[in-house]
């Protein structure tokens, strides 16, 4: 089975920390994303890899970045924290290939900024 | 832009009837539409899917309708178990993104 596992389940950060999410796959999948999942608005994407060291912007990136060094992890990285960063944080990864490819979750990180 | 919606954020049924959840899509090139699961302090899983060569796809109790040209998908689930009890939403691959709706919370009754 595919195992996706995010670093850590709770966090708690102060406003204008920065704050690392790690999330490693172990299915040697290409693609990786990192969603927020808010209440009334679903899952939103934040950024996705398709490949080492290349990144796109989801639909909401800002104040966000990421990085993938190596095919199995990609990081999650809010320079300066801030309270509507409070979400859950879900981190995804599946096969390049056809359209039909399953995206694979973590458990999620929930975040609260304070 | 919400191109994929899920008009109806919570549904409670109860136990044995059916589950009809739906999802509208504005993209016209989407093609291919998944359903997934998520649980409470869970990550999403994959339910079931469907290409748009098919109108229909079922896989157990889980059958999932197509209509391309109101642009909308439906996932009915007969009967409904407790079990089902979860937030369901609708995806859509585009190239490498995917796209979510906001999600239906299904509540079943016993």
């Known amino acids: 089975d595919v195992k996706v596992t995010q670093s850590s389940r709770y966090l708690v950060k102060r406003t204008g920390e920065k704050v690392f999410l790690e999330c490693v796959q172990d299915?040697?999948?290409?693609?990786m994303f990192w969603y927020r999942q808010d209440p009334g608005l679903g899952l939103r994407l934040i950024y996705f890899?398709?490949?080492?060291?290349?990144?796109e912007k989801g639909d909401i990136p800002e104040g966000y970045s990421v990085s993938r060094e190596k095919k199995e992890r990609f990081s999650l990285i809010l320079e300066s924290a801030s309270t509507n960063q409070t979400s859950m944080y879900l981190c995804?990864?599946?096969?390049?290939?056809?359209?039909?490819?399953?995206?694979?979750f973590g458990s999620g990180t929930q975040l609260s900024v304070l | 832009d919400q191109q994929v919606k899920q008009n109806s954020p919570s549904l409670s049924v109860q136990e044995g009837r059916i589950s009809i959840l739906n999802c509208d899509y504005t993209?016209?090139?989407?093609?291919?539409f998944l359903w997934y699961k998520k649980y409470p302090a869970e990550g999403p899983t994959f339910l079931i899917s469907?290409?748009?060569?098919?109108d229909k796809n079922e896989d157990g109790r889980f059958t999932v309708f197509l209509n391309k040209s109101a642009k909308h998908l439906s996932l009915h689930i007969v009967p409904s178990q407790p079990g089902d009890s979860a937030v369901y939403f609708c995806?859509?691959?585009?190239?490498?993104?995917?796209?979510f709706g906001t999600g239906t919370k299904l509540q079943v009754i016993p």
């Open positions: 469907i290409s748009s060569i098919k």
């Open positions: 993209n016209s090139m989407f093609d291919y």
């Open positions: 995804a990864s599946s096969l390049r290939g056809g359209r039909g490819e399953k995206l694979f």
């Open positions: 890899s398709y490949d080492v060291k290349m990144k």
């Open positions: 995806a859509a691959p585009f190239y490498q993104k995917v796209t």
């Open positions: 299915m040697d999948h290409e693609n």
